[in-house]
Protein backbone atom coordinates (compact mmCIF):
# COMPACT_ATOMS: atom_id res chain seq x y z
CA UNK A 1 0.00 0.00 0.00
CA UNK A 2 2.00 2.76 -1.53
CA UNK A 3 -0.85 5.75 -1.82
CA UNK A 4 -1.56 7.06 0.99
CA UNK A 5 0.06 4.08 3.52
CA UNK A 6 2.07 7.78 5.42
CA UNK A 7 -0.73 9.85 5.81
CA UNK A 8 -3.33 6.75 7.11
CA UNK A 9 -0.50 5.69 9.51
CA UNK A 10 0.31 9.31 10.39
CA UNK A 11 -3.37 10.09 10.68
CA UNK A 12 -4.64 7.05 12.91
CA UNK A 13 -1.39 5.20 14.54
CA UNK A 14 1.10 7.78 15.16
CA UNK A 15 0.12 9.90 18.75
CA UNK A 16 3.01 10.58 20.50
CA UNK A 17 4.76 8.74 22.76
CA UNK A 18 6.03 9.53 26.81
CA UNK A 19 8.01 6.75 27.89
CA UNK A 20 9.36 5.07 24.55
CA UNK A 21 13.20 6.35 23.79
CA UNK A 22 11.97 6.45 20.46
CA UNK A 23 8.30 5.99 19.17
CA UNK A 24 6.95 5.20 15.41
CA UNK A 25 8.37 7.06 12.98
CA UNK A 26 12.19 5.60 12.30
CA UNK A 27 13.50 2.42 11.28
CA UNK A 28 13.18 0.96 14.88
CA UNK A 29 11.42 1.90 18.47
CA UNK A 30 13.18 2.12 21.05
CA UNK A 31 11.97 1.52 24.24
CA UNK A 32 13.77 1.80 28.17
CA UNK A 33 12.84 -1.11 30.05
CA UNK A 34 13.77 -0.10 34.09
CA UNK A 35 17.07 -1.04 35.55
CA UNK A 36 16.76 -4.33 37.18
CA UNK A 37 13.33 -5.19 34.50
CA UNK A 38 13.36 -8.06 32.07
CA UNK A 39 11.74 -8.25 29.05
CA UNK A 40 8.01 -9.99 28.73
CA UNK A 41 7.44 -10.27 24.70
CA UNK A 42 4.15 -12.11 23.32
CA UNK A 43 2.37 -11.92 19.74
CA UNK A 44 -1.01 -12.42 18.71
CA UNK A 45 -2.75 -12.61 15.15
CA UNK A 46 -6.43 -12.10 14.37
CA UNK A 47 -7.54 -12.79 11.02
CA UNK A 48 -11.48 -12.09 10.16
CA UNK A 49 -13.61 -15.12 10.17
CA UNK A 50 -11.22 -17.38 12.46
CA UNK A 51 -10.93 -14.60 15.75
CA UNK A 52 -13.55 -12.17 14.73
CA UNK A 53 -16.61 -11.72 12.91
CA UNK A 54 -16.86 -9.82 9.62
CA UNK A 55 -19.58 -7.58 11.38
CA UNK A 56 -18.01 -6.74 14.80
CA UNK A 57 -17.52 -2.93 15.94
CA UNK A 58 -14.14 -1.80 14.25
CA UNK A 59 -13.26 -0.02 18.17
CA UNK A 60 -14.51 -3.25 19.59
CA UNK A 61 -11.90 -4.88 17.39
CA UNK A 62 -9.41 -2.38 18.06
CA UNK A 63 -9.54 -3.23 22.06
CA UNK A 64 -9.36 -7.43 21.56
CA UNK A 65 -6.99 -6.90 19.05
CA UNK A 66 -4.45 -5.36 21.92
CA UNK A 67 -6.78 -6.94 24.83
CA UNK A 68 -5.72 -10.56 23.76
CA UNK A 69 -1.87 -9.54 23.82
CA UNK A 70 -2.22 -7.86 26.75
CA UNK A 71 -3.89 -10.47 28.58
CA UNK A 72 -0.86 -13.16 27.49
CA UNK A 73 1.19 -10.27 29.51
CA UNK A 74 -1.00 -10.13 32.30
CA UNK A 75 -0.24 -14.05 32.45
CA UNK A 76 3.25 -13.16 33.12
CA UNK A 77 3.21 -11.11 36.00
CA UNK A 78 4.57 -8.12 33.45
CA UNK A 79 3.24 -4.51 33.21
CA UNK A 80 2.72 -3.35 29.49
CA UNK A 81 5.19 -1.30 28.13
CA UNK A 82 4.46 -0.58 24.30
CA UNK A 83 3.35 -2.24 21.25
CA UNK A 84 3.68 -2.84 17.42
CA UNK A 85 1.22 -3.16 14.95
CA UNK A 86 1.45 -5.04 11.50
CA UNK A 87 -1.76 -4.71 9.76
CA UNK A 88 -3.26 -5.65 6.67
CA UNK A 89 -6.02 -4.02 4.66
CA UNK A 90 -8.27 -4.65 2.45
CA UNK A 91 -8.77 -0.92 1.38
CA UNK A 92 -8.26 2.23 2.97
CA UNK A 93 -11.98 2.84 5.02
CA UNK A 94 -11.61 6.22 7.41
CA UNK A 95 -14.85 5.52 9.49
CA UNK A 96 -13.44 1.43 10.17
CA UNK A 97 -9.58 3.22 10.78
CA UNK A 98 -10.81 5.77 13.07
CA UNK A 99 -12.94 3.47 14.83
CA UNK A 100 -10.09 0.73 15.24
CA UNK A 101 -7.33 3.24 16.02
CA UNK A 102 -9.51 4.71 18.86
CA UNK A 103 -10.76 1.12 20.51
CA UNK A 104 -7.29 0.20 20.27
CA UNK A 105 -5.81 3.54 21.83
CA UNK A 106 -8.45 3.80 24.40
CA UNK A 107 -7.28 0.22 26.31
CA UNK A 108 -3.67 1.16 25.49
CA UNK A 109 -3.94 4.12 27.68
CA UNK A 110 -5.54 2.35 30.07
CA UNK A 111 -3.01 0.25 30.67
CA UNK A 112 0.06 2.81 29.79
CA UNK A 113 0.97 0.57 26.87
CA UNK A 114 2.53 2.76 24.12
CA UNK A 115 1.54 2.09 20.36
CA UNK A 116 5.32 2.48 19.57
CA UNK A 117 5.85 1.39 15.82
CA UNK A 118 3.78 -1.64 13.23
CA UNK A 119 3.81 -2.19 9.41
CA UNK A 120 0.64 -1.40 7.39
CA UNK A 121 0.47 -3.33 3.89
CA UNK A 122 -2.63 -4.04 1.52
CA UNK A 123 -4.03 -7.56 1.83
CA UNK A 124 -6.88 -9.20 3.47
CA UNK A 125 -7.24 -8.02 6.73
CA UNK A 126 -5.10 -9.85 9.17
CA UNK A 127 -4.36 -7.95 12.88
CA UNK A 128 -1.17 -8.87 14.34
CA UNK A 129 0.01 -7.22 17.64
CA UNK A 130 3.29 -7.32 19.42
CA UNK A 131 3.10 -6.44 23.35
CA UNK A 132 6.50 -6.13 24.99
CA UNK A 133 6.13 -5.29 29.21
CA UNK A 134 8.51 -5.54 32.23
CA UNK A 135 8.70 -7.95 34.97
CA UNK A 136 11.38 -8.05 37.86
CA UNK A 137 14.44 -9.99 36.35
CA UNK A 138 13.91 -14.09 37.23
CA UNK A 139 10.54 -12.77 38.34
CA UNK A 140 8.23 -13.25 35.65
CA UNK A 141 4.74 -15.87 36.53
CA UNK A 142 5.58 -18.77 34.27
CA UNK A 143 3.23 -22.39 33.83
CA UNK A 144 5.84 -24.46 35.35
CA UNK A 145 5.67 -23.61 38.59
CA UNK A 146 2.60 -25.35 40.51
CA UNK A 147 3.06 -27.76 42.96
CA UNK A 148 0.80 -30.61 44.40
CA UNK A 149 -1.23 -29.65 47.18
CA UNK A 150 -1.45 -26.03 45.62
CA UNK A 151 -5.40 -24.27 45.29
CA UNK A 152 -6.14 -23.32 41.25
CA UNK A 153 -7.41 -20.14 41.31
CA UNK A 154 -9.52 -18.35 38.82
CA UNK A 155 -10.38 -14.53 38.03
CA UNK A 156 -13.65 -12.59 36.66
CA UNK A 157 -15.51 -9.67 37.12
CA UNK A 158 -17.17 -8.88 40.10
CA UNK A 159 -20.57 -9.81 38.55
CA UNK A 160 -19.55 -12.09 35.86
CA UNK A 161 -17.65 -15.40 35.76
CA UNK A 162 -15.89 -16.99 32.94
CA UNK A 163 -18.14 -18.76 29.87
CA UNK A 164 -19.78 -16.02 28.49
CA UNK A 165 -17.90 -15.44 25.19
CA UNK A 166 -19.02 -18.75 24.57
CA UNK A 167 -22.64 -18.01 25.22
CA UNK A 168 -22.24 -15.39 22.75
CA UNK A 169 -20.85 -17.41 20.22
CA UNK A 170 -23.95 -19.71 20.49
CA UNK A 171 -26.16 -16.54 20.62
CA UNK A 172 -24.59 -15.82 17.30
CA UNK A 173 -24.76 -18.94 15.78
CA UNK A 174 -28.30 -19.30 17.05
CA UNK A 175 -28.20 -22.42 18.61
CA UNK A 176 -29.80 -20.72 21.94
CA UNK A 177 -32.05 -17.47 22.05
CA UNK A 178 -31.36 -14.67 24.74
CA UNK A 179 -33.35 -11.78 25.89
CA UNK A 180 -31.43 -8.80 24.04
CA UNK A 181 -29.92 -7.45 27.21
CA UNK A 182 -28.60 -10.43 28.52
CA UNK A 183 -27.07 -10.50 24.52
CA UNK A 184 -25.61 -7.31 24.36
CA UNK A 185 -23.91 -8.07 28.29
CA UNK A 186 -22.60 -11.47 26.87
CA UNK A 187 -21.56 -10.44 23.42
CA UNK A 188 -20.00 -7.55 25.76
CA UNK A 189 -18.11 -10.09 26.87
CA UNK A 190 -16.86 -11.87 23.70
CA UNK A 191 -15.70 -8.27 21.76
CA UNK A 192 -14.29 -6.35 24.99
CA UNK A 193 -12.94 -8.78 27.09
CA UNK A 194 -10.72 -6.80 29.89
CA UNK A 195 -6.91 -8.17 30.56
CA UNK A 196 -6.15 -9.01 34.10
CA UNK A 197 -2.87 -6.79 33.64
CA UNK A 198 -3.46 -5.16 37.41
CA UNK A 199 -3.71 -9.01 38.72
CA UNK A 200 -1.22 -10.33 37.08
CA UNK A 201 1.57 -7.72 38.57
CA UNK A 202 -0.06 -8.25 42.24
CA UNK A 203 -0.05 -11.68 41.64
CA UNK A 204 3.71 -11.45 41.35
CA UNK A 205 5.92 -13.37 44.28
CA UNK A 206 2.27 -15.09 45.58
CA UNK A 207 1.12 -17.12 42.55
CA UNK A 208 3.35 -20.31 41.90
CA UNK A 209 1.69 -20.97 37.65
CA UNK A 210 -0.38 -18.85 35.64
CA UNK A 211 -2.07 -18.52 32.27
CA UNK A 212 -4.61 -16.99 30.66
CA UNK A 213 -7.52 -18.73 28.91
CA UNK A 214 -7.66 -17.94 25.50
CA UNK A 215 -8.49 -21.56 23.83
CA UNK A 216 -10.97 -22.61 27.25
CA UNK A 217 -10.16 -23.42 30.74
CA UNK A 218 -9.65 -26.90 30.65
CA UNK A 219 -7.16 -26.85 27.50
CA UNK A 220 -5.25 -24.27 29.09
CA UNK A 221 -5.22 -25.27 32.74
CA UNK A 222 -3.69 -28.67 30.90
CA UNK A 223 -1.12 -26.56 29.44
CA UNK A 224 -0.09 -25.57 32.68
CA UNK A 225 -0.54 -28.84 34.00
CA UNK A 226 1.89 -30.16 32.08
CA UNK A 227 4.55 -27.56 32.04
CA UNK A 228 4.53 -28.22 36.10
CA UNK A 229 4.24 -31.98 35.31
CA UNK A 230 1.44 -32.31 37.90
CA UNK A 231 -2.20 -33.08 37.56
CA UNK A 232 -5.09 -31.73 39.13
CA UNK A 233 -8.98 -31.87 40.24
CA UNK A 234 -11.39 -29.19 39.21
CA UNK A 235 -14.90 -28.81 40.76
CA UNK A 236 -17.28 -27.74 37.61
CA UNK A 237 -20.17 -26.74 39.85
CA UNK A 238 -17.28 -24.05 41.23
CA UNK A 239 -16.45 -21.95 38.30
CA UNK A 240 -17.89 -18.71 38.38
CA UNK A 241 -20.65 -17.48 36.26
CA UNK A 242 -22.03 -14.59 35.17
CA UNK A 243 -26.27 -14.78 35.88
CA UNK A 244 -26.78 -15.21 32.22
CA UNK A 245 -24.54 -18.11 31.71
CA UNK A 246 -26.45 -19.32 35.07
CA UNK A 247 -29.84 -18.80 33.36
CA UNK A 248 -29.26 -21.33 30.94
CA UNK A 249 -29.28 -25.29 31.09
CA UNK A 250 -26.35 -27.15 32.74
CA UNK A 251 -25.35 -28.79 30.43
CA UNK A 252 -24.64 -25.36 28.26
CA UNK A 253 -23.29 -23.75 31.16
CA UNK A 254 -20.58 -26.34 31.90
CA UNK A 255 -19.80 -26.20 27.87
CA UNK A 256 -19.12 -22.79 28.08
CA UNK A 257 -17.39 -22.58 31.13
CA UNK A 258 -15.36 -26.16 30.92
CA UNK A 259 -14.30 -25.25 27.28
CA UNK A 260 -15.78 -21.70 26.00
CA UNK A 261 -12.72 -19.82 24.77
CA UNK A 262 -11.98 -15.97 25.01
CA UNK A 263 -12.36 -15.72 28.10
CA UNK A 264 -9.07 -14.04 28.80
CA UNK A 265 -9.00 -14.38 32.56
CA UNK A 266 -6.25 -16.30 34.46
CA UNK A 267 -6.12 -18.98 35.63
CA UNK A 268 -3.28 -19.75 38.48
CA UNK A 269 -2.06 -21.44 41.15
CA UNK A 270 -0.69 -20.41 44.53
CA UNK A 271 -0.34 -22.59 48.12
CA UNK A 272 -3.37 -22.79 50.43
CA UNK A 273 -1.60 -21.01 52.73
CA UNK A 274 -1.18 -17.95 50.32
CA UNK A 275 -5.08 -17.78 50.03
CA UNK A 276 -5.38 -14.71 52.21
CA UNK A 277 -2.72 -13.09 50.04
CA UNK A 278 -4.31 -13.99 46.79
CA UNK A 279 -7.46 -12.69 47.81
CA UNK A 280 -5.72 -9.47 48.81
CA UNK A 281 -3.78 -9.09 45.33
CA UNK A 282 -7.68 -9.48 43.84
CA UNK A 283 -8.93 -6.70 45.98
CA UNK A 284 -5.88 -4.38 45.15
CA UNK A 285 -6.70 -5.07 41.29
CA UNK A 286 -10.24 -4.72 41.78
CA UNK A 287 -11.31 -7.73 40.10
CA UNK A 288 -12.63 -11.08 41.77
CA UNK A 289 -10.84 -14.69 41.92
CA UNK A 290 -12.70 -17.70 42.75
CA UNK A 291 -11.01 -21.54 44.04
CA UNK A 292 -11.83 -23.98 41.75
CA UNK A 293 -9.64 -26.70 42.29
CA UNK A 294 -6.52 -28.35 43.43
CA UNK A 295 -3.46 -29.86 42.20
CA UNK A 296 -1.95 -33.28 42.74
CA UNK A 297 1.14 -35.11 42.24
CA UNK A 298 -1.35 -37.56 39.36
CA UNK A 299 -0.94 -36.02 36.34
CA UNK A 300 -4.19 -35.42 34.17
CA UNK A 301 -7.03 -33.29 34.75
CA UNK A 302 -9.91 -34.66 36.58
CA UNK A 303 -13.30 -32.41 36.90
CA UNK A 304 -16.09 -33.25 38.99
CA UNK A 305 -19.08 -31.97 40.22
CA UNK A 306 -19.52 -30.49 43.77
CA UNK A 307 -20.53 -33.95 45.31
CA UNK A 308 -16.87 -35.15 44.20
CA UNK A 309 -18.80 -37.42 41.14
CA UNK A 310 -16.31 -37.40 38.07
CA UNK A 311 -18.23 -35.45 34.48
CA UNK A 312 -17.75 -37.45 31.78
CA UNK A 313 -14.76 -36.42 29.65
CA UNK A 314 -16.58 -35.28 26.77
CA UNK A 315 -15.76 -31.33 27.32
CA UNK A 316 -12.72 -31.14 25.29
CA UNK A 317 -11.24 -27.67 24.50
CA UNK A 318 -11.55 -25.23 21.34
CA UNK A 319 -8.58 -26.01 19.14
CA UNK A 320 -8.51 -24.16 16.40
CA UNK A 321 -7.41 -27.11 13.91
CA UNK A 322 -10.68 -29.03 14.68
CA UNK A 323 -13.88 -26.81 14.51
P1 LIG B 1 10.18 0.60 7.20
O1 LIG B 1 10.01 0.65 5.72
O2 LIG B 1 11.46 1.14 7.71
O3 LIG B 1 9.78 -0.74 7.77
P2 LIG B 1 7.58 1.73 7.29
O4 LIG B 1 7.55 2.58 6.10
O5 LIG B 1 6.95 0.39 7.22
O6 LIG B 1 9.09 1.63 7.77
O7 LIG B 1 6.93 2.50 8.51
C1 LIG B 1 7.28 3.85 8.78
C2 LIG B 1 7.14 4.09 10.27
O8 LIG B 1 5.76 3.99 10.62
C3 LIG B 1 7.89 3.10 11.15
O9 LIG B 1 8.41 3.78 12.26
C4 LIG B 1 6.82 2.13 11.58
O10 LIG B 1 7.12 1.56 12.85
C5 LIG B 1 5.59 3.01 11.64
N1 LIG B 1 4.36 2.26 11.35
C6 LIG B 1 4.02 1.63 10.20
N2 LIG B 1 2.80 1.07 10.29
C7 LIG B 1 2.36 1.34 11.55
C8 LIG B 1 1.17 1.02 12.27
N3 LIG B 1 0.19 0.29 11.73
N4 LIG B 1 1.08 1.44 13.55
C9 LIG B 1 2.08 2.16 14.11
N5 LIG B 1 3.20 2.52 13.49
C10 LIG B 1 3.35 2.10 12.22
MG1 LIG C 1 7.79 -1.50 6.87
Redesign the pocket.
Known sequence: MSLG??DL?ARY??RPTRRAAVG????C?VLAPRAGMQLAVSCDMLVEGRHFLPTVDPARLGHKALAVNLSDLAACGAEPLGC????ALPRVDADWLEGFSAGLYALAETHGCE??????TAGPLNICITVFGEVPAGGALLRNGARAGDAVWISHAPDGGIGDARLALEAFRGTVALPGDAFERVRRAMEQPQPRVALGVALRGIASAAIDVSDGLLGDLSHLLRRSAVGATLDADALPRSSDLAAQPLALQRLCGLSGGDDYELVFTAPEAARARVQAAAHEAAVAVTRIGRIEAASGLRVVDSQGRALADAWTSFDHFRS
Open positions: EFIFNPGDDATLALLVGGDT
